[in-house]
């Protein structure tokens, strides 16, 4: 069996989620793939899984509000070795990366960090994740009774959800003491989609010519689409925006539906964060920039001309 845990915020199942069923599901393995909800009130997030997976265990508990990580990596751990799992997928992201060694550590597992590819060869998990800085692909493999594996965020396609619903089991836990609690959160509100979770994004770059330039053209973009704000690394390094914002491979990887990269040259390392995204819509002066190679839809023209004239079009 395959053990995925499906990330969830705000009620609603994490992109992430999706993106590991389909990971699990190119393993092949028997007894498909079985996702594992934890939280509190994850009613609707357990339906969501359901649609994707082949079996949902839901560990529903007010113990689970709030994550930690010693909490979550016992959780994990117990279900994987009660149902005998043989492979464990934990999304790769902030909290994943946290408790995923934890779980390694409980099962006794091999951890398979990041990956950007993993595929099934008797028994062996072959997988591909960067390293040095992302300036090398590393091949890996790892064998084992159990084995962990976090996924790159964006690496895969998003599972679609089907008709037939898979059946849902309410699952016991016996968890530590916590020992870490929160005190205080205090939230940036922007009001705008995650990066990781869009279904388009709208990314610049150094086209753009200034910070004020970013904000009118590419939120102002966005923000009709209801779109999420990228950007390349020369535009985070110049100050202009957030690290959070880069896209890349020294940033996140995203795979939106749609991806209208504005003043972006098209550098490999940019490229490797959103190439898979399903149609590219590039803006850039230059005709022979290397964004246009990837491309769906090319305009060459100043973004200072063609942006405000699209928003404009876009708000009538
Ligand atoms: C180890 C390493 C890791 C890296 N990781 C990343 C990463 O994760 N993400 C990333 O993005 N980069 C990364 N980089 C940097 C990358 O190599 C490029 O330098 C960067 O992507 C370039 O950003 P840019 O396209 O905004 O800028 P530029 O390459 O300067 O391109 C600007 C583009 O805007 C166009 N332009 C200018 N003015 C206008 C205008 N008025 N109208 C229309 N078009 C205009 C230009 O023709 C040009 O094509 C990495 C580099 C290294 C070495």
Not at 35 to 60: K, N, R, T, W
Not at 243 to 248: K, L, M, N, R, T
Not at 287 to 314: H, N, R, S, T
Request: aromatic letters at 4%; proline letters at 3%.
């Amino acid at each position: 069996m395959i053990l995925i845990v499906a990330e969830h915020a705000n009620g609603s199942l994490s992109k992430s989620a999706y993106e590991l069923v389909t990971a699990a599901r190119g393993l092949q393995r028997e007894g498909g793939v079985t996702a594992l909800v934890l939280g509190s009130g994850v009613v609707s997030v357990a339906g969501a899984a359901a649609l994707v997976a082949d079996q949902v265990l839901v560990a529903d508990t007010p113990e689970m509000a709030q994550y930690d990580a010693e909490i979550w990596a016992a959780a994990v751990a117990q279900i994987a070795t009660e149902g005998e799992a043989e492979v464990v997928m934990i999304a790769g992201s902030r909290s994943g990366r946290e408790y995923s060694p934890r779980v390694a550590v409980k099962l006794d597992a091999p951890l398979l960090e990041d990956v950007i590819s993993l595929k099934d060869e008797g028994g062996v998990l072959h997988a591909e994740h960067y390293t040095y800085l992302t300036r090398v692909t590393e091949r890996v493999e790892a064998q084992g009774a159990v084995i962990v594996a976090t996924v790159k965020p964006g690496a895969f396609a998003a599972a679609v959800p089907g008709s037939s619903v898979a059946e849902q089991f309410d699952v016991d836990l016996e968890l530590p003491k916590r020992r870490l609690v929160i005190t205080g959160s205090t939230k940036e509100k922007t009001g705008r989609i995650a990066l990781g979770e869009a279904d388009i994004v709208v990314a610049g770059g150094r086209g753009v010519g200034s910070a004020e330039g970013f904000t009118q053209l590419v939120e102002g973009l966005a923000d009709p689409l209801g779109a999420a704000i990228g950007a390349t690394r020369a535009v985070v390094d110049a100050g202009w925006r957030p690290y959070a914002e880069q896209v890349g491979q020294t940033g996140k990887t995203v795979q939106p539906k749609a991806y209208i990269a504005v003043g972006i040259s098209g550098a490999v390392q940019h490229l490797s964060g959103m190439n898979k995204s399903k149609c590219i819509v590039a803006i850039n002066k230059d005709a022979d920039a290397p964004i246009f190679k990837i491309a769906d839809y090319g305009i060459v023209g100043d973004v200072k001309e063609i942006v405000p004239a699209v928003i404009q079009a876009l708000r009538k």
